[in-house]
């Protein structure tokens, strides 16, 4: 598991006062309103920055830094990430993983044969799905639905899921 997980990159500056637009990678945008630090990843170096400031503005989020005033000083972090410890991560529900703790996982069947390896959660309108590599290469894609996910177990690494009809013809 990571100790780090990214919740946004800088995509540039605002204004004049050290501001900066920063691109939302969490699913929780409202979570920037009690954020209190964050962690700047420039490639580097990690620093520890406290956030005292947060504005959205469309799909965007505006922090402002404490120390930093002027726009000088954060130029030089455009295209940066900015990380949260798992401490300070959105607390999830029952059933809900981070997409970076299931990359990875071991995927079974109901019936005991391995399927592959859990290579990509996608996004959808209606549920997430999960893309699941083969020993023989091939993607298949399975609907994160109820019906389809059985288990997800992080500390043996693995997710049991039931392979619906036709969905290994695709």
Known sequence: MQDLL?????????GIAGEVKVFPTTD????FDYLKDVILDTGREKLNLTVAGVKYFKNM?????KGI???NDV????????WVTRENAVELDEDEYFVCDMI?????????????????????????????????????LLPAIADCVLNVNLEENTMTVHVMDGLLDL
């Open 6 to 14: 990214q919740v946004g990159v800088i995509s540039s500056t605002h």
């Open 28 to 31: 929780d945008v409202n979570r």
């Open 61 to 65: 989020v505006i922090l402002k830094f």
């Open 69 to 71: 005033d002027n726009i």
């Open 75 to 82: 130029e030089k972090y455009r295209g940066c990430s900015l």
């Open 104 to 140: 990875g996982l071991k995927v079974m069947t109901d019936e005991g044969e391995e399927l592959g390896e859990l290579v990509d959660v996608i996004q959808t309108g209606a549920n997430d799905v999960y893309a699941v590599k083969t020993k023989e290469g091939r993607e298949v």
